[in-house]
Structure formats: C-alpha cells, structure tokens
C-alpha cells in the first residue's frame, strides 16, 4: 500500500484529506480539530515513508486559492473598520504580536533552536498557516538545493507541534475569562447598535395607525425624525393594498407591514399605534413576495438605491439572508453575488423584478474565471516585490501575504468596470475550504518523517510545552488589556482574540460563548492585518536569525 500510495500521488491526496476530515469529527470534552486534522493526517501518513510526500505545487495551489478567498470575503468589512475603531484595534493587535514575536526569540535564545524552528513554533503558537506558508517559502529562497528537504520539513514540525494547543489554549483562556467578567449584557447591546450589528432575529408585524400625532405625516419625514431601523412593506387603506412608500400620507386606520428586529418593531409600533391581528403578508391578492437569488453581475458594486425599485418595478426589497445570515436592507446596502433578496411587489411586476435579479442557481455556481485568475496573477505578481526593511533586510509578501493584499483591496472594490471580482458566497467557501485542505494535506505528508523523528528524538515536549508559554502570554495580554486597559465588550473582545489568532474555529468557539455577532465583527477588523503581521515577522526572524 504504501509503494502504491508513493507512485500515486492523488491517490494520496485524497486518502489523507478523507483521514483528516474523519479526524476532524471527533470531539473530545466539545472540542474538535475540524478541517485542521487534514495537517495531523498528512503528518501521520508522511510518518510511514520518506517519500510518503506530495509534491510541492499542490500545497502552493491550495494556500495561494485560501487567502485569495478569504481576502476577498474580508475586504469590505476590513476597510469599514476604520471608520469606527478599527485602528485602534490593529494597532493593539499588532502590539501584542510583537511581543509574542519577543517572547518567541527569547525561547529561542534559552532552548537553541534552529531558526526554521523557531519561525515554525511562532506561526503554530498562532495558528496562521499562510504564516508557515510564507516561512516555507522564505527558507526555499536562502537554503541550497541539497539540504532543502530537511529544511522545508523543520518549521511544519515547529508548526505542527505547538498547533494544537495554540487553539485549544485561546479556547480555555475564552472559558476561564467568561467566568471571571459578568457578562454586560447592556454594554454589549449597546456595541452592537453602534457597529450596525443585528443581534437578533427579524420579524414582520401589520401595525395599525392609531395615533392623531401622525396622521398627516408622510412616511418619509416619520422614518427620518424618528430614526426606526425598519423596513416597511405593504400598506393597506380600506379594500386598497400598496406598496409603503415615503411619499404615503398617514391616515388613521392605515395598516402597515414591518420587518425588523424586535425592539425596532415594538418602538415603532408604539409611534403610530397597536398592533394588528391582520397579517398583510398572507394576503397575496394584489402584493405579492418572493425570495430572489441575486445572480446578475451588473447589480454587483451597487446601492440598493442606486438600483431605483420602487421606481422601475414598484418593488421593496425587506431582507437580505447572505448565508446564514439575514440582514434589514438600507439605502446603503451593496449587494454581492449569491445573496438572497426577499422582494415585494405587485403581482404582475415579479416576472420582471426576477429576471433583474437573475434568480440563476446555476449562475451563481460558476466563477467568472477571467477575474479570478487576474485577481490571483495580481496577487503573485505583489507578492514578488522585494521590500527593503532598516539594517539590509528584504522580506517578500510571497505566495500568501501578495494575494491576499490584493485580495482585500478587490473584495473592497467589488467591482472595476465590467470585470466584477468578488464571488458568489458558496463558490468563495468551497474554493476556500478546497485551498486549505490541499495546503495542510501538502505540507502534512512532505514534513511528516521529520515530525516523528523530532518526537521520539525527545526534542517534541520542548516544543509542546514552549508553543503553550507563547499561546498563553498572548492570549492573557489580549484579553486582560482589552478588557481593563480598551474596555472592549467581551463579545467583541473574543472576536478580536479569534482574530489575532487567525483562527475559524476559536471564532466558531467564541460566537458560542457569547450569543450575538460581536466577534464577528472583531474578527474581521483584525483578521487582515494579523495574518499580514505574522507573515512579516515570520520572515524577519529567518533573516535575522541567519
């Protein structure tokens, strides 16, 4: 099996991304490794043989497809950011990283490691892998031919060593600090309206216009002196049902649908009257609604009200779900590929509304591979350009740093022109999670021999235990200092950790911990910066360390 598996080497690939994924199923005190155990297999598999390996170009291709994905989820929100606190946040996240980078040369001095180790252990303790993708890539441009097998291997064994518990230990750092803060639930209601944040669910209720203030304003000069974040539908006024529009003069007796979360909806109530037992939505006589796929490539980039419904079609738009989410649309709102609109309008106008939309399943699943192969030749092409830093050093942004600045800056853009660069949410997970599993399955099978070696050669727990002081200094400054010193809300607080951590799983962890979608918003402002971060002082402690 093993001379079979040598000679082939998808057969390979694909034996170990089947082990890792089965790996990561298994939960151990509510934990698991989840798409990370594909490295764990790898290392295994590689264990067995030598030559146990994958070739080199399949874990280039993986990281180079990850961070380009993720670059371009992440762009918007990442350059948003800074319009809050966003800096303010980098900037500590960045602190912080220097010291983990101090702490691990300080290791380095008392234990003797090797430098490949060290800038290994560094990105483990971490948990960034277009870190270790960019150490890799670094030690392939200072280190001769004949040694480069056993120098490429030694950081993925550094790596792969102090991995598990760099995020285990954020995890147990999350739980021990949820029980030594109360949760603010008041604090975090109120982070939660000033990121523009929904925290809960929407509903839709018919409220009845009962209050003499009112009457006599229109819906407009209501919405904008009172601040409701809403979104109202139909309108119904004696037999005759409507769209909701601004220019609609209030009359008592009115009924009207709203969407929003529930303390919008009840304020909004309590402005124009009570609520009704009608349920307008059901009545689909004249109005009518529909759940529309947003496959048009022309809408992409745009304002919802750049795109003028209420004018072309007589059409409201009252939701959005982007993947599991589901967003109370505005003005302001850009839609992307893949998102789902919930649309209302008259009966005869839907045929319409949808074939503005696309409403194409199948178009959402095919990627405009004109953009996306410019977009990733953009990327290579920045991570190329030598960077000259104080004292001679030149570091590169290389196969993970390049793309993914690019990345961000498109994912931003969303559009130039006619070429549009963003893509569909499905397409953009599945070529991530395809990007890391070729990644960590390459990397796994060609550093495994090593790996076991360092185990039994007793130099393994020296590791373990060095990634554990790395891990838990960081995540005890983050959390103390932010908390103490910034006064972040915890929910946000983890999502900057998770962040900083450049983890999927301590986020996954964190949301848990918290209810409510503040770490995701900390995780996206730091996530970027972070991984750039990593990549730069990764290749720093090569270089000065050689």
Do not use: C
Not at 365 to 372: P, Q, T
Not at 380 to 406: D, E, M, Q, S
């Amino acid at each position: 099996m093993i001379d079979i598996l040598i000679a082939n080497p998808l057969l390979l690939l694909f034996v170990v991304s089947a082990l890792g994924f089965a790996l990561g199923r298994i939960r151990i005190a509510g934990v698991s490794l989840g798409i990370a155990a594909v490295l764990f297999a790898g290392l295994g598999v590689g264990a067995l043989h030598p030559d146990l390996k994958l070739p080199e170009i399949i874990y280039l291709i993986g990281l180079v497809l990850f961070v380009y994905t993720v670059g371009l989820s992440s762009g918007a929100g990442f350059f948003a950011s800074f319009r809050r606190k966003g800096l303010r946040d980098n900037l500590f996240v960045l602190a912080l990283l220097l010291v983990a980078a101090g702490l691990t040369l300080g290791i380095r001095g008392l234990l003797g490691l090797k430098p490949t180790v060290t800038a290994g252990m560094f990105a483990g303790s971490l948990t960034n892998t277009p870190t270790l993708a960019a150490i890799l890539d670094a030690v392939k441009a200072m280190t001769p031919a004949g040694a480069l097998d056993q120098a490429l291997a030694e950081p993925v064994v550094g790596y792969s060593i102090a991995y598990p518990m760099g995020f285990l230990g954020m995890m147990l750092a999350m739980t021990f600090a949820r029980r030594l803060w109360p949760r603010d639930e008041a604090r975090e209601a109120a982070a939660l309206r000033e990121l523009g944040v929904s925290g809960e669910r929407l509903v839709n209720r018919t409220v009845q216009v009962t209050q003499p203030d009112v009457v006599g304003v229109t819906i407009q000069s209501l919405m904008e002196s009172g601040g409701f974040d809403v979104v109202l539908g139909r309108m119904r006024r004696g037999e005759h049902l409507d769209l909701a529009s601004g220019q609609v003069v209030l009359q008592l007796g009115d009924l009207i649908s709203v969407v929003g979360a529930q303390a919008a909806v009840e304020r909004f109530t309590q402005a124009l009257g009570e609520a009704s037992q009608v349920e307008l939505p059901l009545d689909r006589s004249e109005m009518d609604y529909r759940r529309i796929f947003v496959s048009n490539p022309r809408l992409v980039g745009h304002r919802l009200r750049d795109l003028n419904l209420p004018q072309q079609f007589g059409a409201i738009i009252t939701r959005v779900r982007r993947g599991d989410i589901e967003m109370l649309p505005h003005a302001d709102t850009v839609l992307e590929l893949g998102d789902r609109v919930r649309v209302v309008t008259h009966r005869d106008h839907m045929e319409a509304v949808t074939r503005f939309f696309g409403d194409s399943y199948r178009a959402l699943s095919e990627i405009d591979i004109l953009s996306f192969n410019l977009g990733l030749a953009l990327g290579l092409l920045v991570g190329l350009i030598p960077i000259p830093l104080p004292g001679g050093v030149v570091v590169r942004l290389g196969y993970a740093g390049g793309p993914l600045i690019v990345a961000l800056v498109l994912g931003a853009l969303r559009r130039t022109g006619p070429i549009v660069w963003n893509l569909p949410y499905n397409a953009n997970l599945t070529l991530r999670q395809v990007g890391l599993i070729l990644f960590l399955a390459g990397v796994g099978t060609r550093a495994g021999y090593a790996f076991v070696s360092t185990l039994t050669g007793g130099g393994g727990l020296t590791l373990f235990l060095a990634g554990i002081v790395i891990t838990g200094v960081t995540a005890f400054l983050t959390l103390w200092l932010g908390y103490s010193v910034l006064k972040m809300p915890v929910g946000l607080l983890f999502g900057v950790l998770s962040g900083l951590q450049t983890n999927p799983a301590v986020l996954s962890f964190a949301l848990e911990q918290t209810d409510n979608d503040l770490p995701n918003v900390g995780y996206a402002t730091v996530y970027p910066v972070a991984t750039i971060a990593k990549i730069v002082l990764a290749q720093l402690m090569l270089t000065l360390l050689k």
